[in-house]
């Protein structure tokens, strides 16, 4: 069964959902890949893991925590699951490159499938694919908009 909830954000509404496995989204309103809510998800008030992924996201965006300490059970492929592991050692207030992901997981020449990736990345913020860039260090693509991309960015970058 899949639970779901709505939350706030500075940044706009966000939709968290999770399985018993763990937390399978985090979604900005709007942003590209936005799941259909399927008739069998149920929405909850409380729950303990969307409770704990809400305070956590309410701690970062105030400047308060640098890393999520949840279960996060994504939906997606092979590939994609390791592009996402990948995402999450990039530290708190850095930036890499598609490329550089490409070759972090022995594929030096994918790193358009790296791309593809990370903008189906259904944990936005939590696992940070608003830490990859382009090769010229320029904010390319992001699901959820450029505008909220560069102020996570800024975020993790201010003091």
């Known amino acids: 069964m ?11 509404a966000i939709l968290l959902a999770a399985t018993d496995n763990g937390l399978m989204g985090t979604w900005f309103e709007g942003q590209r890949y936005y799941p259909h809510i399927a008739d069998d998800w149920q929405t909850v008030n409380q729950h303990p893991l969307l409770d704990a992924a809400r305070e956590q996201l ?3 965006f ?12 994504p939906k997606g492929t092979l590939f994609q699951q390791r592009v996402w592991q990948v ?6 207030g850095d930036t890499t490159t598609y490329g550089a992901l490409a070759q972090q997981l022995g594929q030096p020449t994918a790193s ?3 791309g593809s990736a990370v903008g189906r990345n259904p944990l936005s913020v939590i696992v940070p694919c608003h830490r990859a860039v382009g090769a010229n260090g320029s904010l390319t693509g992001y699901a959820g908009g450029l505008d909220r991309k560069r102020h996570l960015l800024t975020l993790e ?3």
């Not at 995402?87 to 708190?92: C, E, V």
């Open 157 to 159: 970058r201010s003091p």
């Open 2 to 12: 899949i639970v779901y909830t709505t939350i706030d954000s500075p940044l706009g």
């Open 58 to 60: 309410a701690d970062y």
């Open 87 to 92: 995402l999450q050692t990039i530290p708190y």
């Open 62 to 73: 105030a400047g308060q925590r640098d890393r999520f300490d949840l279960p996060l059970a």
């Open 112 to 114: 358009r499938a790296v």
